[in-house]
């Protein structure tokens, strides 16, 4: 692990392929299950948005919830019908003039809530009003983007190669983006693996070709950005344990063959 800020981690992921390290982002995006409001009943809305409209802002909003607490409705005990293992309940009562925001969902379950009570839904002018309830559900983002777990990205690992008698280092430092590159020891080092892009040219141009920034494919550098209740590193894992049972499951089909 290399940083964790808020909801964002990077990590270095080595001795790997872009086949392994793609898969891995792709079940980060698509794969780990996440809670997201899936139907609604409208008892009255009288706004200036139709109710697909409102749906579809509500069923955007990522909800905080403990994964361990829920199952996918595929996998509970009621079949699907829907119960506290499987779904959450939210309840919105409002009257204009006001701005109905998330805080104003109110949660069958005290654990779950969503992420933030800031997001807006719709602005209510005088008379007018709404009233629904919202069922929320597990599920992935491969079945629809509101389900999404995170945004995940990798990179190449860079190396910085320097010859030896190499001159122009102070230029290199000067000439990169800001706390890129610098001198230690006499000794260049990249500070920030994600300027090394911005350097690659620079660097060729100012050392006359002593110093060179070179990618290492089997090691990746990978930014996973939570935009779902989720914490990072759990989504990091999880989809870490999913890869591992995609894996036993095509061992045991291949036996089968």
């Known amino acids: 692990m290399l940083s964790k800020k808020n909801d964002t981690c990077i990590f270095l992921l080595e001795d790997t392929t872009p086949a392994f390290a793609n898969t ?14 899936e139907k609604i009943d409208f008892n009255d809305n009288t706004s200036a948005l139709f109710d697909e409209t ?14 361990s607490k ?30 109905v925001y998330s805080g104003d969902m109110k949660s069958s379950n005290r654990a779950v809530k969503p992420i933030s009570g800031d997001f807006p839904i719709v602005k209510l002018l005088k008379g007018q009003s709404l009233k629904l309830e919202a069922f929320a559900h597990l599920g992935t983002g491969k079945s629809h983007a509101k389900w999404q777990a995170s945004n995940a990205s990798y990179m190449y690992y860079p190396e910085l190669e ?20 610098a001198l230690k020891s006499r000794k ?6 994600f300027k090394a892009d911005e350097c690659k040219r620079i ?5 006359d070709g002593d110093v060179t920034i070179k990618e290492d494919p089997t090691r990746f550098v990978f930014r996973v950005e939570s935009v779902s209740g989720l914490d990072p590193k759990y989504i990091i894992t999880q989809a870490a344990e999913i890869l ?9 089909e291949l036996k089968n063959i």
Do not use: Q, W
């Not at 699907?80 to 939210?90: A, D, I």
């Open 244 to 252: 591992l049972g995609k894996a036993k499951e095509f061992k045991t």
């Open 203 to 207: 660097v060729d141009d100012v050392s």
């Open 188 to 193: 260049l080092v990249l500070l920030d693996l």
């Open 24 to 37: 891995l982002r792709r079940i980060m995006i698509s794969e780990v299950p996440t809670l997201a409001v």
């Open 70 to 99: 829920f199952n996918l409705h595929s996998e509970c005990k009621c079949n699907g019908k829907g119960c506290p293992s499987c779904e959450v309940v939210f309840f919105i009562e409002k009257s204009g003039p006001g701005t």
């Open 54 to 67: 409102v749906a579809h802002r509500i069923g955007g909003i990522p909800l905080s919830f403990d994964p």
């Open 162 to 181: 320097v010859k030896k008698g190499a001159k122009n280092l102070e230029k290199v430092v000067k000439a990169c983006p800001n706390g890129a590159v």
